[in-house]
């Protein structure tokens, strides 16, 4: 196996020295030894001769595959970047690096020498089996002479992962500090064997069906905001990633004053979660909020798989949704709004078309394309959605010649507007227990007890922090909902925070311009929820009906109602079927 010799900051070397470096590849450890006298003065020589730091990858056969002129943190090799781990492994290569103990002297209460924090941050990382910190001493001497031993490699720090934090609140463990030659003696293969087994006994099992990917979500408790409340975004949260196809393994949430510009999270944090990926196989890292493009860049770099923000997740779930060529498009239209300001920095990861949730839809072929034809195409999408809104007011102005007003069935995501509409008209709508199940809007004929004719829409259901350019892009659907006669505002009752969805929809109506119209609250789910629960919703809501969409119980009191706000509303407008 041939290693790779990495010159970081090498400017100047000689020949003779880039040599030196290059014979470090030849070297060869013991599979069950972490490190040797013979390695140790062989990279404490040339370390203090070039006056810098040198980090070698060893891999569990021993072999040498990397010699980097630098730090642990700075090794650029396949060897690491290309390594994919199981729940309860770690990646098979451990890293041995010089420290020159006159340069740093950074010395910890015991005596042992500190261990620089990018270096902990690359063994997460990269999951490393451990780090060996060879203490160079470069008040010493070095002879090649038969029995004379070495003083400048003074001493050894071994550093490893730990399974879970220790009492301090570490996820990693320094081993007190010892000779090289006491290092020598430690039997690596026992100390690998019981780690990894630690490891797996915190492995949940996490069963996953083909083609499902697994997810950490992740979230940031702010200045406002409870953690009851980060913990009920959680669960919605966890609710869109098994929409669009994810398991779910674990949350991570963080409390800082304000999202850090770099990470989003702490740096310590981003390390943590590094290490929380590869501990459980995750191979994406949601986030509860909007990244901004250098965050997203910087994020994704240090936890090595895709990171997705809330809005690219309900992004990927319109696109799967959509059915019609006006659904495509303006998903379409709502991703490319969203990519265009996130261009800048993303270079070589703009490139996301490996399947997966969050490089879906229609606009996935061109995340490639540069600034001026994207502007270029959302000019082309954005004249399509005007043709699109013209044939809807044209279809409007129909219904209004003959006479027929328009209810629109408005909501929170998952609140039973498609099986209302269903149920009410026959329209066999499809409808599932997911978020955004229905993306497409439905108008069918519907009579009231009078016999009187009025339209039922079914419109797109609403979200909290519904990303802007969704708002944007479906204006055309969404504008259903603002010139209705009147809306059927459907409430999922037997949601815990139901009211907290209500406020939501409420400033969804607001932007709309449409939270003036006439409102119905149909209190659906009601099966599910305890009376006295009702009896409180019912004194929190504009013009209560209790109804069970699914169970097809309410319906009475619930067209009643509506035909005597009709009347109320536009009694010049209602036409009777003959």
Known sequence: MTGTLDLIKAKGLKKSEINQLNRLLQKRLPPDRIIT????????????????????????????????????????TPELRQVRVGPGRLCGHRVIYTHLSERDKHINKDGSFSVNKDNLMSLAKNRLDLLAQVNVDSRGTFSRKHGEQSRLADSVEIIHLLPDRDTEGKLWKQMPTCTIRLAQEE???????????????????????????????????????DPWQMEDDLDELAQLARTAGATVSRRFTQTRREPDPVFFLGAGKVQELALLVQETGANVVVLDHELTAQQHTSLQKVVGVKVLDRTELILDIFAQRARTAEGK????????????????????????????????GPGETKLEIDRRRIRQRIGHLENDIVRIKNYRDTQRRMRNENHLPVIAITGYTNSGKSTLLNALTKANVFVEDKLFATLD?????????????VLLCDTVGFIKKLPTPLVAAFR???????????????????????????????????????????????????????????????????????????????????????QDMVYEVIPQQIKVIA
């Open 37 to 76: 006298i013979d390695l140790a003065e062989a990279i404490a020589e040339v370390s203090h001769n070039l006056g810098q730091a040198i980090s070698l990858v060893a891999n569990r056969r021993g072999q040498i595959v990397n010699v980097t002129l630098g730090q642990p943190w700075q090794i650029n």
């Open 329 to 360: 498009l303006q998903v379409e239209l709502a991703q490319l709004k969203y990519l265009l300001p996130r261009l800048i920095g993303k270079g070589t990861a703009m490139s996301r078309l490996g399947g997966g949730i969050g490089t879906r």
């Open 441 to 453: 809007p439905t108008t069918r004929k519907t009579t009231l007890p009078d016999h009187s004719t």
């Open 476 to 562: 055309a659907t969404l504008e259903e909902v603002a010139v209705a006669d009147i809306l059927l505002h459907v409430v999922d009752a037997s949601h815990p925070h139901a009211i907290d969805q209500v406020n939501s929809v409420y400033d969804v109506l607001s932007e709309l311009g449409a939270i003036d119209k006439p409102i119905i609250t149909v209190l659906n789910k009601s099966e599910l929820v305890r009376k006295e629960d009702l009896i409180w919703l019912v004194s929190q809501v504009p013009n209560p009906v209790i109804i069970s969409a699914a169970k097809r119980l309410g319906f009475p009191s619930l067209m009643k109602k509506v």
């Open 187 to 225: 039997d690596f293969s026992i100390l690998l064997q019981s780690l990894e087994e630690e490891f797996r006994k915190q492995v949940p099992g996490l069963p996953v069906r083909a083609g499902e990917e697994r997810a950490i979500l992740v979230g940031l408790i702010t200045g406002g905001i």
